[in-house]
């Protein structure tokens, strides 16, 4: 009985992985979830360049996921860097996504799920880009659709963005009206390796492009940045991601838009 159980549990590993493999996308979220009762850790890895070439900032951010149930996950960010010249904690966020429309089939499906993010952070609020993502204090909400077809995944999220005074007295520097925005986002992932599913110790080579944009509604100022990134998952737990943000057009001012990202990340399954 032990060795049947154990054998459905690695079909269902097996079978999770040819389904999302290909949608664990390294810059945004898609509207698929991590298995239920399951724990995530993830170390974020930042090496943005100063638009002027002066410096190279060092973003470090710890990060845990919970998958509270298959429609519900939540993630708790810890936000360092030494952009201040001392490396030192900035800020946290909280997000939290759920799940609201599955339509399943064999080898594909399309996903909608709805999520939402509150940042808090101490450090100067020094760009016209409002990133709750180590930057600035405020709150995101959105939509984000996924559809998978056998090996791509296409992915795309809209969401909007309110920015507040960051911690420490430092105040939103920009008219009032200049503190919300609309994010939007498109992605694509290709498994490419392996080409046939035989074991769910297999590692998985991802390869991902994916497209990151804004629009602030007060100003009318913007960005679009490419995001190219290759993945590798490795018994179905562990995974790293290596990724290139680059600019393509902005009319923001954007003090470091581009640069290096690198994530480790360990997950453990039917923890409680």
Not at 13 to 18: C, D, F, I, K, R
Not at 52 to 74: A, C, F, Q, W
Not at 98 to 126: C, G, K, P, T, W
Request: proline content about 2%; hydrophobic content about 40%.
């Amino acid at each position: 009985m032990q060795r049947f159980k154990s054998l459905l549990a690695g079909l269902a590993v097996l079978l999770s992985l040819t389904a999302t493999a290909q949608e664990l996308y390294v810059f945004t979220e898609p509207a698929s979830n991590m298995a239920a009762r399951s724990i995530g850790l993830r170390l974020n890895n930042s090496l943005m360049r100063e638009s002027d070439g002066s410096k190279i900032n060092y973003h470090l951010i710890p990060e845990i996921m919970v998958g509270v149930s298959r429609k519900t996950m939540l993630h708790g960010d810890i936000f360092f860097s030494n952009r201040t010249n001392s490396f030192s904690a900035e800020g946290a966020s909280i997000y939290g996504k759920y799940r609201f429309l599955s339509n399943d089939e064999v080898q594909r499906h399309f996903r909608m799920a709805a999520f939402s993010r509150i940042s808090f952070n101490n450090s100067d609020i020094h760009q016209e880009e409002i990133n709750l993502y180590g930057h600035n204090t405020g709150y995101e909400a959105g939509v984000v659709a996924t559809q998978l077809l056998y090996k791509v995944a296409l992915s795309s999220g809209l969401s909007f963005v309110k920015a507040l005074n960051n911690g420490n007295g430092n105040k939103f520097p920009y008219k009032l009206n200049d503190s919300k925005a609309i994010n939007y986002t498109f992605s694509v992932g290709k498994l490419m390796l392996p080409k046939e599913y035989t074991d769910y110790k297999q590692t998985n080579l991802n390869l991902m492009l994916e497209f990151l944009s804004q629009f602030n509604t007060g100003s009318g100022k913007y960005y679009i940045d490419a995001a190219p990134a290759v993945q590798f998952i490795f018994n179905s737990q562990g995974r790293i991601d290596v990724g290139y943000r680059e600019q393509l057009r902005s009319t923001l001012l954007r003090t470091a838009p581009g640069g290096l990202f690198v994530r480790l990340e360990y997950n453990l399954f039917n923890v409680y």
